[in-house]
């Protein structure tokens, strides 16, 4: 075992953990961090896609001695206590979610992807979304909800 120090979702937090263990399962064991999801467990998927220092990753990859130091940020961090971050209500509102395996995935692919280009185009929706996997929404939908959460974000106040 060794002891990692992390921030998680704004939160610093001191784990003993396996060095070896995956940071998807530190996640999910060991800090009841459950939004995070495990699809394929091989990093094609991205349902456990996380913001690990402002990159996207998939924690299923990710050794969790590789976080130490790290700031990370998951599903859990984007909405307050009272409501959801504009993301996600835009993906409630365009039907971006179905079965919600790849939606925390996806949600925080769009994160990344707007704080990059926040006005993107299909193109760039395409390629920041590519490593997230969905089987239930044929992507129009989710291809809607990052258009909507664009057009927000262009407004005063989001």
Known sequence: MTTIKLTINNTP???????????????RDDLHLTGTKEGCGEGE???????????????CLIPALQADNATLT?????????????????????????????????????????????????????????????RCTGYMRIFESVRQAAAKSLLPNH
């Open 74 to 134: 998951t599903i859990e961090g984007l909405a307050n206590a009272t409501h959801l971050h504009p993301i996600q209500q835009c993906f409630l509102e365009q039907g971006g979610a179905q079965c919600g395996i790849c939606t925390p995935g996806m949600i925080l692919a769009t994160h990344h992807l707007l704080a990059q280009y926040p006005n993107p185009t299909d193109a760039q929706i395409r390629e920041g979304l590519a490593g997230n996997l969905c």
């Open 45 to 59: 998927c991205g349902a456990c896609a996380i913001l690990m220092n402002g990159e996207l990753v998939n924690s």
């Open 13 to 27: 937090a001191t784990l003993s953990v396996s060095p070896i263990k995956r940071l998807l399962d530190v996640l």
